[in-house]
């Protein structure tokens, strides 16, 4: 791990803590390994966030997340104590029961360490360009994602216009997916529900989801034969700079001539219509 | 070409106050004379060249993370529909980027200043820009907590560092280095500040606020940057601050500066308590010298989201609301704080903090020196400069408004001993000519012959809100973009970037440092031309 | 004098009608009914191509049939009475100012979201956010009244400011969540977390509940309060135990994290 001007030692000088459910490769490469019990996450971090604050836990209280208070009392020691603390989380606590809760509370745990040293928190994304996706949605619309645009102006609404909700619900009568591969992830009934409606797939290999797809097109993979650029994950956009030619074409360039298809029909607005409004649903 | 036939025009770069002039529009530009196109019958109506923001938060990884924070306002918010031309987006206190253009557009401003980005998410505020459309350009580098510039100012390593901003600026394809908070952000990422110019910076041991401010402030002037170094002093919000604001002035050693947002940097008393506006001391300051410009950072009640690289008045203002926060670390360069934040009539600080944002632009005498601004959306949102506007003309006006607010902080403020009232001409130079020139546009904020045809047009109106909230028509680079409240056309604007002369051997130079700290490879690291829209590259410094 | 609308055609995809609602309604022609803009996805439809009318110009508005994805009935409105024959899609009664909604069926997510006052009973299943804030508003509900006889979702309460939730059957995680001030009344109780990071407000349970390990217990008792309010809820058809003779109610107090004054009463009847 690289020395720094601050930490001349290096890996030395930092101290990892790794919290899961079970002890996985990443715990040899740990300093404290804090084994928490499953779905117990939510619990953990409220404790921390009221053990910070000196508020009173009891000890059985803490046992039944796994912790003891030894370890509890260590940890908050050497976070308040830390010159910089980061905490990284990733879909084992994003996705397990709690969700964008368990989120928000590792995110609320950091910001209230600020109080005692500085802290910040840092979601590891997906694969893929999510962040990207996630960044360019946000600065055209307004929205990070769950967002329908069938008023003509965004609405966001997780849980509603969210993918996988639409999609179980079987709330669309067509899909259009690009660069990922929901047939693969999402539960049986958005499984059906993509193989029943016309979807049509660009990727640039044949996947599950092209598999019961009306359409699938090949493209060029981003990155290897494909121009553009990527978010990396603390939201640096990097640019992509192909090394290969690629026989298919780039995604950009069949969405332009998906729309310039549709742009021969009529407008889906009427005439009239408004520019502006004041009143949003 | 188009013409403009019968209107009172007001262009005090070149002293025309009121004149019932033509004029004539070709290619773009400003013409002498012209016949056949378009006529606009502007008989009765007040024409202004097009509006000139010279600090805004527009664009960038700050607000877009402000974006994220807050649905709730995206909600209640004005909605632009789609059409087969025109893109969705959504208003409010953190615009999505088509929204910002024709909310821009629409009160008739025609150039923007993004006054704030980092060198390493340079590239995400230009693929930002190029979505804001029909407004014209500029942004400004956040230059004064780099760790390598301040590395080679604690080694006095001075024109090196010279060297190694101008390859910056170059690097992030920008127009002009920002400083905020000199010192105080660096301190931040230990958790710290730095708030007064003889404090040292965590992390280093001589190097002081004070010292980064006068080396920056030398170089832009060595550099002969269209527009001098742009400063957001440290102690920003502080009951006293007044006198960190002074002392920076001194440490300009005469070079030119400007000082953004001064309302935020204007304060006297000791504490929370007895915190009061010591404007007119600022005021004087810029009265007696002649090297200086401010924009003045005024404050509206209402809600906003305040979005700062001040990294450690934000954790404060968190604590002190309980509001939303949140916190960026960009890595060794700066970082952002955001507060979702309501300013109210009856919370003494902010009924100061509003007074003291018109006190600044009523008591600097030269509106030539002070510039419309909220340091949006910091104060306000930029979609409510009308009502500064309307504040700033009508003294009857302000002192209703007084009257509102509590009577405790009557002894602390001075606006109700000023009369002084904002004539056309002088609202034409504080939101146009004045800020073009101090961002050195030299075809902006200017009606003569051969510059950019940015015009806006209003029909007279008893209400100043109701006039310059809905111009009749607004013309940016010759083409009437909104008629009648419309928006008729959204054309691409251009940015303007400057190249300034360095050392060629800067790169090799900075190669080695860069890949010392940073954590993505150097070749990566420059924003490449091709990916600014409409780039409009302007070569300074020696030998140009 | 009433409107009765009936669902003649099932949407395809979800249809969004906040146009029926009785304030909306009251003072509208028949024709006019008629012709209001209802939302197919992005395709804008009148309202009878969906539904048979009739009646105009009254706020006694009943409607109908499968809405199952029919949404944003009753949005915002403040007067009148609403009553749906049928299960009802999501944001039924969202941002209601005053009126009444009876659904004789199920419920989506959000009913009564960001409400000011009104009241509104669902005599079936409701979803998850049930009074909430929609995702970033800092409060829920301002006041009014929501029961729900079946069973309920996540996040009931949501940041909930003011005014009272009563479900009949079991509700699932985070009941109460952020709560910063108001009533739920759980006659089945909930699944986990309930109350988590309560500010204010009183979450009564007639039977035990998981807490949060940020919650304490203060005492065992008999508020008064809880005579008057039982009172009140006997008048909407709700039973609360609140003779001491029959038990008393434990008290526990928190979340600790906040660190917030939220209070939450189980039922604890004494063995007999």
């Not at chain 1, 606590?93 to 928000?104: D, E, V």
């Not at chain 2, 060794?332 to 109210?344: A, D, H, K, L, S």
């Not at chain 2, 009308?386 to 007084?402: G, Q, S, T, V």
């Not at chain 3, 009941?175 to 977390?193: D, F, H, N, P, Y």
């Amino acid at each position: 791990m690289q020395k720094s001007k601050f930490l001349p030692k290096g890996r030395k000088d930092r101290t990892m803590v790794l919290v899961d459910i079970r002890e996985t490769k990443s715990a040899k490469a740990s300093d404290i390994f804090l084994q928490v019990k499953p779905g117990k996450d939510f619990e953990l971090i409220t404790i921390l966030r009221a053990l910070i604050k000196d508020q009173h836990i009891s000890d059985a209280q803490i046992e039944e997340t796994g912790m003891t208070r030894a370890v509890l009392d260590d940890l908050v020691h050497r976070m308040k104590s830390c010159k910089f603390g980061c905490m990284f989380f990733g879909m084992g606590l994003s996705m397990t029961r709690g969700k964008h809760m368990n989120s928000a509370a590792l995110l609320t745990l950091a910001a209230e360490m600020n109080a005692y040293t500085k802290f910040v928190a840092m979601p590891m994304r997906g694969h893929g360009n999510v962040t990207g996706a996630d960044v360019i949605m946000r600065w055209q619309t307004g929205y990070p994602f769950g967002i329908t645009f069938n008023r003509g102006y965004p609405r966001y609404n997780p849980g509603e216009f969210s993918t996988v909700d639409v999609l179980v619900r079987g709330d669309t009568d067509a899909a259009f997916i690009i660069g990922a591969d929901p047939g693969a992830t999402m539960p049986k009934p958005a499984i059906d529900h993509l193989a029943r409606i016309p979807t049509i797939v660009l990727d640039p290999h044949v996947t599950h989801t092209s598999k019961l797809a009306r359409v699938h097109i090949t493209t060029a993979p981003a990155g290897i034969a494909a121009p553009g650029t990527a978010y990396r994950m603390d939201e640096i956009p990097m640019p992509l700079k192909p090394a290969l030619k690629s026989p298919y074409p780039t995604d950009e360039e069949v969405v332009r001539r998906i729309r310039e298809a549709i742009e021969t029909k009529p407008f889906w607005m009427p005439e009239d219509s408004e520019q502006m409004i004041l009143a949003q649903v | 070409m188009l013409r403009i036939t019968g209107g009172k025009v007001y262009d005090p770069a070149n002293g025309i106050n009121g004149e019932i002039r033509d004029l004539y529009v070709q290619d773009g530009r400003l013409a002498a004379s012209g016949t056949g196109g378009r006529t606009i019958d502007a008989t009765g109506m007040i024409i202004f060249p097009g509006g000139v923001d010279v600090h805004t938060h527009v664009a960038g990884g700050a607000m877009n993370f402000a974006r994220a924070m807050t649905p709730e306002d995206h909600r209640r918010t004005k909605a632009f529909i789609r059409t087969k031309s025109r893109r969705s987006g959504l208003g409010g206190m953190a615009p999505t980027t088509f929204a910002t253009g024709y909310l821009y557009a629409g009160m008739g401003f025609t150039t923007v200043n993004e006054a704030a980005v980092p060198v390493l998410s340079a590239r995400h505020t230009h693929e930002e820009l190029a979505d804001i459309p029909i407004v014209d350009k500029s942004t400004l580098t956040l230059m004064a907590n780099n760790e390598i510039m301040l590395n080679l100012l604690e080694n006095g390593e001075y024109e090196r560092a010279k060297n190694v901003m101008a390859w910056y600026l170059w690097a992030a394809k920008s127009y002009g280095v920002k400083a905020v908070n000199p010192g105080g952000v660096t301190a931040w990422k230990w958790g710290k500040d730095a708030k007064q110019l003889t404090d040292s910076i965590e992390g280093y041991s001589t190097l002081t606020p004070g010292h980064i401010i006068t080396s920056l402030a030398r170089m832009c002037d060595e550099l002969q940057l269209p527009h001098p170094v742009h400063l957001h002093c440290n102690n920003l919000g502080a009951p006293g601050n007044i006198s960190t604001t002074l002392a920076t002035l001194e440490h300009l050693e005469g070079h030119r500066a400007h000082i953004a947002h001064s309302q935020y940097h204007a304060y006297g008393g000791d504490d929370w308590d007895t915190m009061r506006s010591n404007t007119a001391e600022l005021a004087e300051y810029f009265n007696t010298h002649k090297n200086v410009t401010t924009d003045a950072g005024a404050v509206l009640f209402g809600d906003t989201v305040t979005i700062t690289a001040d990294g450690p008045w934000q954790h404060l203002l968190y604590k002190l609301t309980g509001r939303k926060w949140g916190n960026l670390d960009v890595e060794n360069e700066t970082g952002c704080g955001i507060v979702p934040y309501t300013y109210r009539r009856t919370n003494l600080v902010n009924a100061v903090q509003w007074a003291a944002g018109l006190e600044l632009l009523l008591l600097i005498e030269d509106p030539w020196q002070v510039f419309l601004s909220t340091d949006h959306p910091n104060g306000g949102c930029f979609w409510r400069y009308p009502e500064i506007i309307e504040l700033l003309m009508c003294a009857d006006h302000r002192k209703e408004c007084l009257k509102q607010l509590p009577d405790k902080i009557m002894s602390r403020i001075k606006l109700p001993e000023i009369d002084r009232e904002y004539t056309l001409y002088d609202v034409a130079t504080a939101m146009s000519a004045g800020p073009a020139r101090a961002l050195g546009l030299k075809n902006k904020g200017n009606l003569k012959v051969g510059c950019d045809a940015d015009i806006v047009i209003y029909e007279e109106d008893d209400s100043v809100v109701q006039m310059f909230s809905h111009p009749r028509y607004v013309i940016k680079a010759g083409e009437v973009v909104i008629e009648d409240g419309d928006i008729r056309e959204t054309p691409q604007g251009r940015e303007y970037i400057v190249k300034p002369n360095h050392d060629p051997s800067t790169d090799e130079f900075i190669q080695p440092l860069f890949e010392d700290c940073y954590t993505m490879s150097f070749e990566n690291y420059p924003v490449e031309l091709e990916r600014v829209e409409g780039a409009d590259v302007r070569e300074c410094g020696e030998g140009t | 004098m009433s409107i009765t609308l009936k669902l003649k055609e099932a949407p395809v995809v979800p249809l969004e009608a906040e146009v029926l609602s009785p304030s909306h309604l009251a003072d509208l022609s028949h024709a006019e009914i008629c012709e209001l803009r209802l939302y197919h996805g992005k395709r804008q439809m009148r309202v009878d191509d969906f539904f048979n009318v009739e009646g105009e110009r009254s706020d006694q508005v009943e409607i109908h049939g499968d809405l199952h994805r029919v949404r944003l009935l009753g949005r915002g409105m403040d007067r009148g009475h609403l009553t749906i024959h049928g299960s009802v899609g999501m944001h039924l009664g969202a941002h209601m100012k005053g009126g009444r909604i009876d659904v004789h069926g199920n419920a989506g997510d959000w009913i009564g979201a960001e409400m000011k006052n009104g009241f509104i009973h669902v005599h079936g299943n409701g979803g998850g956010q049930i009074g909430g804030g929609y995702r970033g508003s800092l409060r829920g509900m301002k006041n009014g009244t929501i029961i729900v006889d079946g069973t309920a979702g996540l996040e009931i309460g949501l940041r909930m400011r003011r005014g009272t939730i009563v479900v009949g059957g079991i509700v699932k995680d985070f009941c109460g969540l952020q709560m910063k001030g108001g009533t739920i009344v759980l006659q089945s109780g909930a699944e986990i977390r309930t109350g988590a990071w309560m500010n204010r407000g009183t979450i009564i349970s007639l039977v035990p509940l998981q807490l949060m390990p940020t919650f304490q217990l203060s005492c065992y008792y008999n508020p008064t309060f809880l005579n008057v309010y039982s009172r009140y809820l006997k008048t909407l058809g709700i039973n609360l135990p609140s003779n001491a003779q029959d038990g008393s109610w434990a008290r526990y107090y928190g979340d600790c994290s906040v660190p917030g004054k939220g209070e939450i009463l189980i039922w604890n009847p004494h063995a007999t």
